[in-house]
């Protein structure tokens, strides 16, 4: 995903590489280096947490409806 966000054509971006020569000046550039470095944070604990409760919720739920006793 990250990778079609920095081609240029990907996620709706423009087509030709006019995007990749303009300047945006010392915002943009911050703006690049701030979101560089937050790609490198790991994924916070409590939310893989949330995603692995989410995920056991889900195969309850259709353990449940299908009439299968979690075990």
Request: proline share 8%; hydrophobic share 35%.
């Amino acid at each position: 995903m990250d990778e079609e966000l920095a081609k240029p054509g990907g996620a709706d971006g423009p087509t030709d590489s006019a995007a990749e020569t303009l300047d945006h000046g010392p915002i943009g550039a911050k703006l690049k280096a701030l979101y560089r470095s937050l790609e490198q944070e790991p994924v916070p604990e409590f939310f893989l947490d949330l995603l692995q409760k989410l995920d056991e919720a889900e195969t309850a739920s259709k353990d449940a409806s299908s009439g299968q006793v979690p075990g």
